[in-house]
């Protein structure tokens, strides 16, 4: 009898990769799901913080791939693993701080070691021809499967027929023939075989998957990393740049300031890391001092704090603040105005 053959499809949450395993599925191939959660990852975090769009669902995009799909996720955590990845690039950055093509040869070599571990037979993934600039090309594509070490093992269905066979290919366990050319970044040949399928409710791409290709977040991690003087990074840190507005009006501290209800309950369970401050004279939200301020700087932080609540217009503000053990004390300010905030101290 001929053995089944077992492959790991790298599962984002995207639509990609969502096909590509089921284009494999389809040909009698054992398929389990892999997710490598980095921190950075857009699926499962502040989603579910902001009170925004509570009418939508929020849900982890890649575990409901996997259900729908009906295949295991393994989710693996790598976020120490995936430092060096960030902070040394060898491949250097996308358009922001996104290391894309050497996160790719990152992720595709745990897919390899993990198929080794597990008596799995290949890896695929999603990737298509011409789709993202810097690590989905015809340069690139061979970048990534020989410096990740997973060579001819690297099944990339969705565009198959326009590579070299892989091992897959050439030793019959997948039918080339039943494999995909799509090249570029137009979605309709996607959308069209996701019809075909019957999948009819699936992430929609625009927006990625991960923070490092969001500008914004990117210059607020470029911020953290000079303020403190390295590249260094706690699972904490990467966190809180994904909520509040961040303002730093001096190199040794900032400001962040949750924007609503939803920000400022999950800014409450980093209370006691940091110096808080809340208006209490007026309805304001929950803000948190980062860094190492003089009781001059305090007196600024509260000024601002003033001006993003209620009694913005007010003459007096009563700030309350919180240090980290617990004491408290009361600062009365007069609160800057909009033009007093010069755009330069948002990050």
Known sequence: MNKQRKAVALISGGLDSMLAAKTVMDQGIHVEGINFFTGFCVEGHTHAIRDKDKAKPKR???????????????????????????????????????????????????????????????IITGEVIGQRPMSQRNATMPIVARESGADDLLLRPLCAKNLPATLPEREGWVDREKLHNITGRSRKPQMAMAEQFGFDDYAQPAGGCCFLTDKNYSAKLVDLWQAQGNKKYELDDVMLLKVGRHIRPQPNFKLIIAREE??????????????????????????????????????????????????????????????????????????????EIPEEWYI
């Open 60 to 122: 982890n995009n890649s575990l409901w791939v996997a259900e729908q799909l009906g295949i295991k996720l393994h989710i693996v955590d790598v976020i120490e693993e995936y430092k060096n990845v960030l902070i040394n690039p060898k491949h250097g950055y996308g358009a922001h701080m996104n290391p894309c093509l050497d996160c790719k040869i990152f992720m595709v070599n745990k897919a390899r070691q993990w198929i080794a571990e597990n008596d799995f037979d290949f």
């Open 262 to 339: 939803g920000e400022g309950r999950f800014l409450q369970g980093y209370k006691n890391e940091f110096i808080s401050m809340n208006c209490s004279s007026h309805s304001g939200p929950l803000v948190l001092i980062d860094g190492s301020p003089s009781a001059e700087d305090l007196y600024l932080a509260a000024q601002i704090t003033a001006r993003f609540g209620q009694g913005r217009d007010a003459e007096q503000v009563d700030i309350n603040v919180m240090n980290q053990d617990g004491s408290e004390r009361m600062l009365q300010v007069k609160p800057l105005t909009k033009e």
